[in-house]
Structure formats: C-alpha cells, structure tokens
C-alpha cells in the first residue's frame, strides 16, 4: 500500500481472532470516511471564521496545535493497537486537520481569491472520478501499478523533506517551490500521484472488508482522509502557483 497507514501488518494479527463479531465492509469505511470529513470541516469553518475576522493571531496557534497535533494523532492511530477506541482517535486526528486546514486556507484565499473553492471543487470530483474508474476497474490495483504509486509517493516524500533540512541553511530546491513552471509541474505530479493513491486505498478497503473487527472502518476512513487532505493540499497549491502568475 502506498499509502503508509494502510501497511499490511496493521491487519495480519486479527485474520484469526475475528468469529462471529461484525466485520468492516466497504460501504461502512465510506460512511466512516464522510463522518471524518465532517469533523474536519467543522475545525476548518472555525479556524477559517477566526482569520477571516481578523483574529490572525489565535487563528495561527491554533493551525499550528493542528499541525503538531494532527501528526501526533496520526502516529498514534498508526501504530498503537488497533482497538474500538479508532473511533475516538481517528475523530480527534480529523479535528485536528481542520483547525490546520482551516487557516492555511483562509490565508491563501486572502491573497489569491477563489483557490480554496476551486480546491476544494477539485478534491471531491477527484475522489469520486477516482473511485469511479477503481469499481469499473478501468484502473486496476495490479503490482505494477502499485510500485509505481510507491515509488513516485516516497520520492515525492524525499522531496519535501530535503526541503524542509535546507529550510534550516536559508537554502531551497531550486524552482520547485515557486510559480514557475517547473514548480508548477512538480505541483501537478504530487496531485496526480496522491490521486493514484486513492485507486490503491480503495483497493486495500476491499481486500480487507470481511477479514477484520467492524472498527477498522474507522482506520480505513483515516487512511482515506491521509490521501484526501495530502490531495486537497497540492491542488490549493496549483492554483495558487497559477493564479500568482496572472
């Protein structure tokens, strides 16, 4: 899976031990999804609010409680062991991400009006074209395939974090990082390849459904949210790399 938290180890344990409880399906991790993004949206609408009426700086603190705290959160899900309390974990992580999301957003849409509708727009046609071409098996999960995606996933994940060492020399990775063109097409790589990775979590939701606890919905949801935030992420920043050119 290219997707890290949905690593196969964080099943294998339970094949054996699951009997007559109820098992995690598809159709529920979806709902699971849908309940997280709710919470997100929440978190987003207040730290949003907070920026735009001019409280920058409570709006700031609490995008960055989000951020630490959203990472802490998803350490935590993935590798603690996985139990009913993934409903309340995963909750928290999701609540987390809004108050990050929220004022990220709120400062892009400042300077460049629009971007946050527009990414937002992009985000949900993505997942549902995705999820489309996944369950008429247009594009299929196949091993190539998901070398591919990991490969292209971790290299991009390479990318940012040489960039966030030379962050502490005042250095940056030449063009990437800007409007230009070239930072354009790298931009543009990173939403096309976080795109690809929902094929592979869709894929890894219904290898699962059946096999483990009915509360995996809540850690296939989490998986599921990683991708959508990481996807929404890279297209806020497309279009703000193409609207800061006009």
């Not at 991790?29 to 919470?39: N, P, R």
């Not at 097409?185 to 690809?196: H, K, M, N």
């Amino acid at each position: 899976m290219s997707n890290p938290t949905l690593r196969e180890g964080a099943f294998e344990y339970l094949y054996d031990d699951i009997g007559a409880i109820k098992v995690m399906t598809t159709s529920g991790t979806l709902f699971k999804t849908c309940v997280l993004g709710i919470l997100v949206a929440l978190t987003f609408a207040y730290t949003w609010w907070l920026q735009m009426k001019g409280f920058a700086d409570k709006a700031s603190l609490l995008a960055t409680v989000g951020a630490i705290g959203g990472f802490v959160m998803a350490m935590i899900v993935c590798f603690a062991p996985k139990n009913k309390f993934l409903a309340i974990t995963t909750s928290i992580y999701a609540l987390f991400e809004g108050l990050f999301l929220g004022s990220i957003s709120a400062i892009f849409n400042a300077v460049y009006p629009g971007v946050v509708f527009q990414a937002a727009t992009g985000t949900i046609l993505t997942l549902f074209v995705m999820y489309f071409l996944y369950s008429t098996k247009i594009i299929r999960a196949n091993s190539t395939f998901y070398k591919v995606v990991l490969i292209s996933t971790f290299s991009i994940a390479g990318v940012y974090l040489l960039q966030f060492v030379l962050t502490f020399f005042h250095l940056s990775i030449p063009g990437i990082f800007t409007n230009s063109w070239v930072g354009i097409l790298f931009t543009t790589v990173c939403v096309v390849v976080a795109a690809l990775n929902l094929i592979l979590d869709f894929n890894f939701i219904d290898n699962y459904s059946g096999r483990v606890p009915e509360y995996f919905e809540w850690y296939g949801g989490f998986s599921l949210m990683v991708t959508i935030v990481w996807l929404y992420i890279e297209l806020l920043k497309l279009f703000a790399k193409f609207s800061s050119r006009r």
